[in-house]
């Protein structure tokens, strides 16, 4: 039996590809992409989330415990990536985040994307 597949709305620690450097691998990132999609790829996409970090309309916060999270987070939405499930390292981190908050990412995602303005635009 290999790993639990990704389900939309959890969070899982990853390996991001291109930053072997980065001393705080593998992170947490939040998986959005739709379940259907997470089971016919090879790969999901996630935010990434980073203990520090100022909040913002593509910042999403997140509190300690919601997902499974050990800290007060920040979920950066203007640096969704695409990784392969190879990446996952460990998850899912707790229960899926709500949907309230699942549809805040998501908004700011269309907002670093240009589908939504910015707020004050």
């Not at 790829?41 to 970090?53: Q, S």
């Not at 919601?66 to 920040?74: P, R």
């Amino acid at each position: 039996m290999g790993k639990p597949l990704p389900r939309r709305g959890q969070i899982w620690n990853v390996f991001t590809p291109g930053q072997p450097q980065d001393p705080h691998q593998p992170r947490p990132a939040l998986v959005i992409s739709a379940d259907a999609r997470n089971v016919a790829e090879d790969d999901i996409i996630v935010a990434p989330i980073f203990t520090r970090g100022a909040t913002g309309p593509t910042h999403v916060p997140i509190r300690r415990g919601i997902g499974g999270l050990g800290h007060d987070s920040v979920i950066f939405c203007e640096e969704i990536t695409a990784l392969d499930v190879d990446s996952l390292s460990q998850g899912p981190l707790g229960d899926a985040v709500p949907e309230s908050l699942l549809r805040r990412v998501v908004r700011a995602v269309r907002i670093a994307i240009g589908d939504v303005p910015m707020p004050g635009d």
